[in-house]
C-alpha cells in the first residue's frame, strides 16, 4: 500500500509535515464520502487512493458507494447532461425514480460520521434521510454546472441548499446558494499507474506493442472520440503542420459509447484520417493507464483541443510529464495553461497548429515549458494538495464562520 | 560584520506558511456598469481576495496586470485605457479597504461616464468574485540571527514571502512588513529597513520580491548568505 511518506520526495516535507498538522486538528474525526462508482472515472481514482492517505492522517475515512437499477443510472446520466447544459427533458416519474433510489440507499446506510461529503448529484438527495446521521454536510460537484439545466437544477439545489457547504472545481461553476461554497482543484496521484515514473525501456515496450515507431516526433492527444474533445479539429491542424515540419500525429482513446454522436464522431476522425500514413487512431480499453502513461512521455507535444472541458486533468497528467501542451482555451484549461510559460491556450485549428510547429521548432523552449509545465502541477495539482484542501475544509467546517486558521 | 551578522536577536523569527482556500461567492458581471455596482456591494474580503490574495492563486498576476480587475478589463473586456488605470492603481497606497473601494469606484465611474457604451465581456469571460479563508502554519524554519534569517530567505516558498510582506501590512495596520519590523526592533539597521520599505511590492511578484529582498541585504550587510538567484 502507499504510503503518505511515499509522496515525499515528490512535494517536500514542508508539504508532508503541512498535512500532518492540520490532521491533528481534526483527528479521529469520522470522514465519510459517498459516491456512485468505486471503478472508472476522475472521483472514484482520486478515492481510491485520498481514503488510505485520509486513514494514515488519522482521520477516520470511509467511502460508501450508493446502489442502484439501471433506470436510476439512466437518470443520473441524462442529469449530469443536464447540469452541464445539454436539453434534457425530465419527467415527474424520473426525478420519483431517482428520489426512491436514494432513499432506499439511505434506508441501508449504517454510517455515523462527523463530516459527510457527497460527490456529485447521484446521492444528493440522501440527505433528506440522513441529515441527523453527521454534524457537517457538504456536497462536492466534479461537473461543469456553469450553465445548467434549469429544470433540473431547481430539482437537485432543493437538496443542495440541505447542506452546509458546497465544493465547486472552478468559481464560474459556483451557485447562488444559502451556504459558503470552496473552491477545490481535481488533482491526479503522481503515483497511480497513469502518472508514476516509467523506465525508457516500459515506454519502448508500449510502442512496439501499439506498432508506434519513433521515426519523427510524436504529436499526441488522449482523449474520448466525442465533438468536444475536437478529434477532427486536431487533425486539420495536423495537417497544416505537416507542410511545414515532419511529424506523426497519435490520437488515443476510448469511443463514447454513452454519447449517442459517438460513433458518428468516430468515423469523421477515420475519413479526415484517411490516405495519412503518419496519423494513429488507437483506440484503447478505459483501463489502459499505463498506455496511456507510455504515450504521453514518449510525445513531443500533447495536444488537447477541447471546446469544452470541465478540468482537463489530461492536461495535468501531461503536464506532470513535462510535456509542452497546447489546449483548447475553456473551462480549466484556461486555468492550467498560461501561454509561453506553461503551455499554449489555442481557439481554432490554425492557432492549434501554429503552436504545435512553433514548439516542434523550438525544443529548447518547448522544454523549459515542460519542466514550468511539471512544477505547475507539484504546487497545485497533486493528490496531496486535495488532501490538504479536505482536511482544511473540516477545520473550516468546525469553527463555524471562523475564515482564518492559524497553527 | 561578522559580529553584527552572529548577534543573536532578542526575539526569533519564526517563519509562516500560508496558504488559502478560494470561496466562490456564486455572484458573476458581464460588464462594465455591472462591475461597477458590484464593487460598490461586496464585501471587505472579496474585494481583497481580487486586488491582494490573487498572488497566492494558480495563475497569480502578471507584471502588466497586477491585479484581477486589470486583467479581467484587457482580456475580456478588452478594453486597453482601463487596464492601464486599474494596472496603476495601488491598493497600497490607501489606509483601509473602505479607501480601496472607494478609489476603485472612483476609476471605473469616470471611466464609464466619458464611454459612448458599457464594454462587455464575451460569454464564457464573466468576472467571477471570490472571498478567501486563510490557513497560517508556522514553519520549522526560523531565524535567531541576520546570517540565518539570510539563509533562511532562499529556503521557504513564496507563500511565506507573501504572508509577511502582504498580509503583514492588513495585520500590523501600518505601511511596513514582518522582515523589516523584526529587523528594526532586533538590530536597528535604519538604513536597510528603510530600504525594504520601500520596495515596490505591489509591483514585484512574489519571487521578485524575495531577490529584491536578499539583493538588499547583500547591498548593506555584504554576503552574508549567497548571491540573489
Known amino acids: 500500500m502507499v504510503s503518505l511518506n511515499d509522496y515525499e520526495p515528490i512535494v517536500g516535507p514542508e508539504v508532508i509535515g503541512q498535512l500532518q498538522r492540520l490532521a491533528e486538528v481534526v483527528a479521529r474525526r469520522r470522514f465519510v464520502h459517498i459516491n456512485s462508482t468505486r471503478t472508472g472515472g476522475g472521483v472514484a481514482e482520486i478515492l481510491n487512493r485520498a481514503v488510505p492517505l485520509l486513514n494514515q492522517l488519522d482521520i477516520k475515512t470511509q467511502w460508501e458507494v450508493i446502489q442502484g437499477d439501471p433506470f436510476f443510472f439512466e437518470i443520473t446520466k441524462a442529469m449530469h447532461n443536464a447540469l452541464q447544459g445539454h436539453k434534457v427533458h425530465f419527467t415527474e416519474a424520473m426525478f420519483n425514480h431517482y428520489r426512491e433510489v436514494n432513499l432506499e440507499n439511505a434506508r441501508l446506510a449504517t454510517w455515523e460520521a462527523d463530516f459527510v461529503l457527497l460527490h456529485d448529484p447521484q446521492p444528493a438527495y440522501m440527505i433528506e434521510e440522513l441529515r441527523p446521521r453527521a454534524k457537517h454536510w457538504v456536497w462536492r460537484c466534479h461537473i461543469d454546472v456553469s450553465r445548467p439545466n434549469l429544470q433540473v437544477w431547481r430539482f437537485l439545489r432543493e437538496a443542495v441548499s440541505q447542506f452546509d457547504a458546497s465544493v465547486f472545481s472552478m468559481s464560474q461553476f459556483a451557485q447562488n446558494l444559502p451556504h459558503p461554497q470552496y473552491l477545490i482543484r481535481p488533482s491526479i496521484d503522481p503515483l497511480s499507474e497513469k502518472n508514476r515514473e516509467l523506465t525508457p525501456q516500459e515506454i519502448k515496450a508500449v510502442l512496439n506493442r501499439l506498432g508506434i515507431e519513433r521515426d519523427k516526433p510524436i504529436v499526441l492527444q488522449v482523449s474520448r472520440f466525442d465533438s468536444f474533445k475536437d478529434p477532427v479539429g486536431v487533425i486539420q491542424a495536423f495537417r ?120 516542434l521548432h523550438r525544443p529548447g523552449l518547448a522544454k523549459r515549458m515542460g519542466q514550468l509545465a511539471r512544477e505547475s502541477v507539484r504546487n497545485h495539482f497533486l493528490i496531496t494538495r486535495n488532501i490538504r484542501d479536505y482536511l482544511t475544509l473540516m477545520i473550516l467546517l468546525d469553527k463555524q464562520g471562523s475564515r482564518l486558521i492559524e497553527l | 560584520m561578522k559580529k553584527r551578522m552572529d548577534k543573536p536577536a532578542k526575539d526569533p523569527f519564526w517563519f509562516r506558511e500560508c496558504f488559502l482556500m478560494p470561496m466562490p461567492i456564486g455572484t458573476k458581471v458581464v460588464n462594465l456598469r455591472e462591475l461597477l455596482h458590484a464593487l460598490r456591494e461586496v464585501s471587505d474580503s472579496v474585494l481583497y481576495y481580487h486586488l491582494v490574495q490573487s498572488r497566492l492563486a494558480v495563475s497569480p498576476p502578471t507584471v502588466e496586470f497586477p491585479n484581477d480587475f486589470a486583467l479581467w478589463a484587457a482580456v475580456a473586456l ?147 548568505c549567497g548571491q540573489p538567484e
Request: some cysteine; proline content about 4%; glycine content about 6%.
Open chain 2, 78 to 224: 478588452q478594453d486597453s485605457a482601463l487596464a492601464e488605470k486599474l494596472s496603476s492603481f495601488d491598493p497600497l497606497d490607501y489606509e483601509n479597504l473602505s479607501q480601496v473601494r472607494q478609489a476603485m469606484v472612483d476609476i471605473l465611474e469616470e471611466y464609464l461616464w466619458d464611454l459612448p457604451f458599457v464594454p462587455w465581456a464575451r460569454s464564457g469571460f464573466e468576472f467571477h468574485f471570490c472571498e478567501a479563508s486563510t490557513v497560517v502554519i508556522r514553519s520549522v524554519i526560523s531565524a535567531h540571527n541576520l546570517q540565518e534569517f539570510c539563509q533562511a530567505l532562499n529556503k521557504v516558498g513564496l507563500d511565506s514571502m507573501y504572508y509577511h510582506f502582504f498580509e503583514a501590512r492588513w495585520r500590523l495596520e501600518k505601511p511596513i512588513d514582518d522582515f523589516s519590523y523584526w529587523i528594526e526592533t532586533n538590530f536597528g539597521l535604519p538604513e536597510l529597513v528603510a530600504a525594504i520599505r520601500d520596495i515596490d511590492i505591489y509591483f514585484y511578484n512574489l519571487r521578485e520580491i524575495r531577490n529584491t529582498l536578499l539583493g538588499l541585504i547583500h547591498q548593506y550587510l555584504g554576503d552574508i
Open chain 1, 240 to 359: 497544416m503542420v505537416r507542410r511545414h515540419a515532419p511529424c506523426k500525429l497519435i490520437l488515443a482513446g476510448g469511443e463514447a459509447t454513452d454519447d449517442p454522436e459517438g460513433p458518428r464522431i468516430f468515423a469523421e476522425v477515420q475519413e479526415a484520417a484517411r490516405g495519412e500514413p503518419d496519423i494513429q487512431i488507437l483506440l484503447l480499453p478505459a483501463d489502459a493507464h499505463h498506455e496511456v502513461n507510455a504515450l504521453q512521455r514518449a510525445a513531443d507535444v500533447i495536444v488537447q483541443k477541447s471546446t469544452r472541458e470541465g478540468f482537463g486533468l489530461t492536461v495535468t497528467e501531461a503536464m506532470w510529464k513535462g510535456k509542452p501542451v497546447i489546449g483548447g482555451a475553456v473551462g480549466g484549461i484556461v486555468l492550467q495553461l498560461q501561454d509561453y510559460n506553461t503551455g499554449f491556450r489555442v481557439y481554432s485549428p490554425e492557432g492549434c497548429a501554429f503552436r504545435i510547429r512553433y514548439l
